[in-house]
Structures are given as structure tokens and as C-alpha cells.
């Protein structure tokens, strides 16, 4: 496996381990693949040949499960052109790839409707690609998310070509989504990610965004929030959430007795 992986170095990255597949993994991919009579799409391949990728992604997101590499592919659903990928960890849902739309294709849920005819369920897709998928599962739940305590999450303006910079210039990027209809920015560093998401239409229209910062320590938010304290309003409208915002509050006090002030324009 190449050190810098096509589809998922970011999220190698932000995990901080190598990609290293074992001649085992691959024995069992590929045995699972003409069990099915298939090829996975190789975004699919790539993080599953992944060494403890199963673990990397229980332990990662909120516990939910990756597919066992062993278990991949269950060849009366392949016939029928999906892939099921992992599963939440009460099992109301699982998502699924469809193996017809490329290498690194779209996520779907199946909506708790676990039929034999795949044809009548009503999927919802989740996210344009797997990688994205993989990238937002992980990245969301690695510093704790929403029960973590340093969590803050603002309604603000989209980040212009300056701020993009500002942004590009002190993180690394993760992938980007761009539709007509959802636009999401993923930055991170080895202490946390920055999120930020246009979930309609009408909000890219109007340059609005939904922003969350979520770090590993109150330090870490203290040092994301002040890169992006000049951008927009944020200043104004950075606020703690979550189960237990004590700290993201004194990193937000903090800032404010700095007399760090917003640019006024995104």
C-alpha cells in the first residue's frame, strides 16, 4: 500500500497511523471480492485493507461498526448492486455503497428497512463519496463531538477567498464537498477540525454557513478558535455546545479579554 493513500491520507492523517495493509488483508479482500463475483469500488478497497481498520473505526466514531473485512460483501446484495460498509452501534441502520457509481461512489442509509429485495428500500444518501463518509464519521467523533466539552459551533458567513487562505495557510484540508445543494469545508490539525457546512441551496445563495470547531483539549479549541476569531462574525457568534460547555466558555472569555476583534466580512 502506497504511503500517501488516493482516497483517505487525510483522514490517516488526522488518526496519526500509517496505512499499512498486511498480505493477509489483501488474501481476504480478494476472496471476498470472487465470493461476490465483484469488484469493490477502490475507495472501499483502500481503507479496507487498512490494518485495523475495523478498530480504527469503532474507536473513532461513536462506536458504530465497520463491516468485517472477513463478513465484506454479501453476495446476494452485490447481485443486486450494493455493498454494505458498516452499520450504526444499536444497528438502526446500515449504510451501503452502490457498486455502479465509480470508485469512490456515494454513502447510502437504508432507513432502518432491512429488506432481501433492495429494491424497495427507501435509501438516503449521506455523503457524495465514501471517503467523505469515512472522513466525517471519524473526524466528528475522534476529540469527542458533541459530549466532548470543547465544542463551539457558530452561524456565520461562508469563508471568502481571504479567509479560505487564512484557513488553508494554518490547517491541512480535508475533502471538499461542493453541490448545488450542500457545500462543506473540513480543515483539521493533530488537535482538532473545523467544520464548516451549507446544508441547502438557499444558505449558498446567501453565503451562510453552519461552523463547529472540536478539539482535543481546552488549549487545542483555545488555538482553532483564535485562527478563526478574525473571520466573519465570529467573534460575535462562536458559542459553547454540547453536554458540557464550561470549557469551551473560558476559551471564548479568554479571546474576548484579548480584545481579539472580527474583520466584519467573511
Request: net charge negative.
Amino acid at each position: 500500500m502506497p504511503e500517501r493513500l488516493k482516497h483517505h491520507h487525510e483522514i490517516c492523517e488526522l488518526l496519526g497511523v500509517q496505512p499499512v495493509a498486511s498480505p493477509e488483508r489483501l488474501q481476504v479482500l480478494a476472496a471476498r471480492e470472487q465470493a461476490c463475483g465483484v469488484r469493490f469500488p477502490e475507495a472501499v478497497r483502500e481503507w479496507f485493507l487498512v490494518e485495523d481498520a475495523e478498530c480504527l473505526f469503532h474507536e473513532n466514531t461513536n462506536e458504530d461498526h465497520l463491516t468485517r473485512l472477513a463478513e465484506l460483501g454479501n453476495p446476494a446484495e452485490t447481485a443486486q448492486g450494493c455493498l454494505c460498509v458498516a452499520t450504526e452501534n444499536q444497528a438502526a441502520v446500515a449504510w451501503y455503497v452502490r457498486l455502479d457509481e465509480g470508485e469512490d461512489p456515494p454513502v447510502y442509509d437504508n432507513q432502518d428497512h432491512w429488506n432481501e429485495d433492495l429494491s424497495s428500500t427507501p435509501w438516503q444518501r449521506v455523503s457524495r463519496t465514501f471517503s467523505n463518509f469515512l472522513f466525517d464519521m471519524i473526524a466528528g467523533n475522534r476529540f469527542g463531538g458533541w459530549y466532548s466539552g470543547t465544542y463551539l459551533t457558530a452561524r456565520d458567513l461562508l469563508p471568502d477567498q481571504e479567509a479560505l487562505e487564512v484557513l488553508r495557510q494554518s490547517f491541512r484540508e480535508g475533502p471538499t464537498t461542493d453541490e448545488a445543494e450542500v457545500r462543506v469545508l473540513r480543515f483539521y490539525d493533530p488537535g482538532g477540525v473545523v467544520l464548516i457546512q451549507s446544508a441547502t441551496a438557499e444558505e449558498i445563495a446567501q453565503g451562510l454557513a453552519e461552523w463547529t470547531i472540536d478539539a482535543a483539549s481546552p488549549e487545542a479549541l483555545y488555538r482553532l478558535a483564535r485562527t478563526v476569531w478574525p473571520i466573519g462574525t465570529l467573534s460575535r457568534t462562536l458559542r459553547p455546545d454540547g453536554t458540557n460547555g464550561y470549557e469551551a466558555e473560558k476559551v471564548l472569555r479568554r479571546l474576548r479579554s484579548e480584545g481579539r476583534g472580527g474583520c466584519g466580512s467573511g
